[in-house]
């Protein structure tokens, strides 16, 4: 299965995101990665939906959105409208499990992706009974609301309990701390999308950074 390539933008230039977005475009990206923060779930303020809605008119690929809010199911419509073509809620945004259930019904109706997320201390068997209904699942393998964090490795090993009990069709994505080198350790314990910041934006050589990725 192909690797799906989604560079976080968090770690791109905000003043010049048009000329970031088209560089990852034209070196191999699948998808481009939209961190949206508000201060509360994380302690961070990063992108709302008026920016997702401009850089919808920008990309030629598809949009994935990490939603890392409170009450997600008050925004998701917005963020659907603003051209979101994958959106991933935190598991631990909700209230409880049928809330979630909800949530991920409502974004599919609305013919987008639904992905959902776990945060480091969050076990992969809280969300076992959701992996039939989402189309993504997010590893988290950094405590979110900053790019730039160190990849934790104990993380990633949820990857392998999702694998097993997932349908075959599921995206298994990972975010948090992601190079050649602990996108390879991802890639297999069975994740087949990989989240990069840092790497990708930082490096000097984007085509090879991307490339190496599915390596
Ligand atoms: C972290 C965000 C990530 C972040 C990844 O809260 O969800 O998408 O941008 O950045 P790197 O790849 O630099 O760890
Ligand atoms: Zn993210």
Known sequence: MKTIISPSILSADFANLERDIKLVEQNGADWIHIDVMDGHFVPNI?????????????AAIPLDVHLMIDNPEKYAKDF????????????????????????????????VKAGLSIKPKTPAEKIIPFLNEVDLLLVMTVEPGFGGQKFMQDCAQKIKVIRKNAPVTLIVQVD?????????????FGANSLVAGNYIYKSA???????????
């Not at 979101?84 to 209230?95: G, N, P, Q, S, V």
């Not at 050589?205 to 390596?215: E, F, N």
């Open 46 to 58: 990063t992108i709302g939906i008026p920016v997702t809605a401009a850089l919808k008119r920008i």
């Open 80 to 111: 659907i409208n603003a051209g979101a073509d994958i959106l991933t809620f935190h598991y631990e945004a909700m209230d409880n499990d049928e809330k979630v259930l909800e949530l991920i019904k409502f974004i599919k109706t609305a013919g």
């Open 176 to 188: 948090g701390g992601i190079n050649a080198e602990t996108g390879r350790i991802c890639r297999d």
């Open 205 to 215: 050589d984007i085509t090879s950074a991307i490339a190496s990725l599915r390596k």
